[in-house]
Structures are given as C-alpha cells and as structure tokens.
C-alpha cells in the first residue's frame, strides 16, 4: 500500500519520462516490497529551480556530487519490510531511473516513511486494510 510522491526539477522530465519512472518505481516496489501490481498510487510534483536547498555531497562516497537536477522519492508504507528488503528497494530503484532515464544514482533521494494501517483510507470514509485484515 505505499503511496509515493516524487518531487522532481520542474521541466527535467516530460509526460512519457514521467511514466517510466512511476513505472520503475512501481516494479521496485512489485519485487522488492511484494506489494499487488494494483496497489498504485503515485504522485508527481515539479518543484521550481532555486527551491529545492541541500549539500551537494552530504554522506556520497568517492567525492561524487548531486547536481541540481535532484528527484525525492517520498514512500509512505506499512511496516514489516526488513532493511535488506528497504536496502534492495533503494538500489533497484536508482538502477532503473538510471538504466531508462540517465538520471543518476547521486541526484536520486529516497525516505521511507512507515505508518500503521490503521492511518490509511483508500476512499468512501473507511480504513479498508484494517476492516479486510484476517486476525
């Protein structure tokens, strides 16, 4: 169930650059979470230049740099994924946004953000994963 908001340099990506990145995304997520191929909601938020402020090579190994062209990935989920699983999860997902857009694994900025299920509401006013889960 993770609902992921990318925010990306306004104008850096088009409409079809767009879909095959929540297309990557969502095949990371497919094999490395085991989420249904139906459990897809993504959002995308351009951000305009000179807005998006951080260090150019904060915790990247070998002197490498982020350029100003930096995607955040922002994955809301459940918990229970082990670190090997969220550690494969970020590595998949930069592989593919490199391999299919040229976007590379510097500019790429990832955080998990875990809630319970019992804070989600897919619609109509009900916190189906609660109401649905087998006790």
């Not at 497919?30 to 959002?43: C, K, L, S, T, W």
């Not at 989600?120 to 609660?130: H, T």
């Amino acid at each position: 169930m993770p609902f992921v908001q990318i925010y990306y340099p306004e104008g850096s990506l088009n409409k079809e650059e767009l879909k095959k990145a929540s297309s990557n995304i969502h095949e990371s997520l497919i094999e490395h979470f085991n989420i249904p191929i139906d459990d897809y909601f993504h959002m995308y938020l351009p951000y305009p230049p000179n807005q998006f402020f951080y260090d150019s090579s904060y915790l990247l190994e070998d002197k490498k740099k982020r350029t100003d062209k930096m995607i955040y990935l922002s994955i809301t989920c459940a918990p229970g994924r082990t670190i090997t699983q969220k550690r494969n999860l970020y590595e998949s997902i930069s592989e593919a946004l490199y391999h299919h857009l040229n976007i590379p694994a510097t500019d790429i900025f990832i955080t998990l953000n875990e809630t319970s299920i019992e804070n989600w509401s897919f619609g109509q006013g009900k916190a189906q994963m609660v109401e649905h889960r087998v006790e």
